[in-house]
């Protein structure tokens, strides 16, 4: 079975600065992606960014990158110049690589920002 | 519309009775999936649909829980008997590509 950890459970940040949100799991698959998802309070879901665990280079969504780790099993957020729309819950996420299937989640990163 | 809709938005309903959310997924979206977040237990899978397959009901937590798909689109969760600890956010997600999950804005329940 696939394991999702998120160790901070909170994180603030100011406006315009840069944070990190750290994500490691734990799996024997070979090939999966992982997500990376926001939730506002709305709770409405939104996938922020993907990525092949095939591939080695990280993904990058405008403000929005990853650090992949294959090896370490390691799959961290960084935010650049947040905003104060980036205040959500963020959870990080596992999905093995066959057709269709589950989400593994983790437990989730509350991040505020601060103006 | 465009998105994932979930109704009814939320739900309060007593101990013992049987409650059904219901989840339009995205036109053409071949897959619909139905998650639980509560606070003790975060976020779990319960079921999915793909196409005409046999779903995979692994996540669901007791026989008081059952979903349908009819005609491959429309999609309901049923649960019978309610507990408190049925108290949750349900959300249904939809995909047509095997990756990309979209999801809904989901149905508070609240079990009195």
């Known amino acids: 079975a696939q394991t999702v950890t998120q160790s901070q459970p909170e994180m603030s940040v100011q406006e315009a600065e840069t944070v990190t949100l750290s994500c490691t799991y734990d799996?024997?698959?070979?090939?999966?992606?992982l997500f990376w998802y926001k939730q506002p309070p709305s709770r409405q879901m939104i996938l922020v960014i993907r990525q092949e665990a095939y591939k080695q280079q990280n993904a990058t969504e405008n403000r929005f990158s990853v650090n992949f780790q294959k090896a370490a099993k390691s799959f961290s957020l960084k935010i650049s110049d947040s905003q104060l729309g980036d205040t959500a819950m963020y959870f990080c996420a596992f999905m093995k690589g066959t057709s269709y299937g589950k989400l593994t989640f983790g437990q989730g990163t509350i991040l505020t920002v601060h103006p | 519309g465009a998105g994932v809709s979930q109704s009814p938005s939320n739900k309060v309903t007593e101990k013992g009775k049987d409650v059904e959310l219901r989840c339009d997924p995205i036109s053409g979206h071949t897959a619909l999936y139905w998650y639980r977040q509560s606070l003790g237990q975060g976020l779990e899978f319960l079921i999915y649909?793909?196409?005409?397959?046999?779903?995979?009901k692994s996540g669901l937590p007791s026989d008081r829980f059952s979903a349908e798909r009819t005609g491959g689109s429309v999609s309901t969760l049923t649960i019978q008997r309610t507990q408190q600890e049925d108290s949750a956010v349900y959300l249904c997600?939809?995909?047509?590509?095997?990756?990309?999950?979209?999801f809904g804005p989901g149905t508070r329940l609240t079990v009195l």
């Open positions: 997600a939809s995909s047509r590509t095997s990756d990309l999950q979209f």
């Open positions: 649909f793909q196409g005409n397959s046999a779903p995979d």
């Open positions: 799996t024997s698959e070979n090939n999966y992606y």
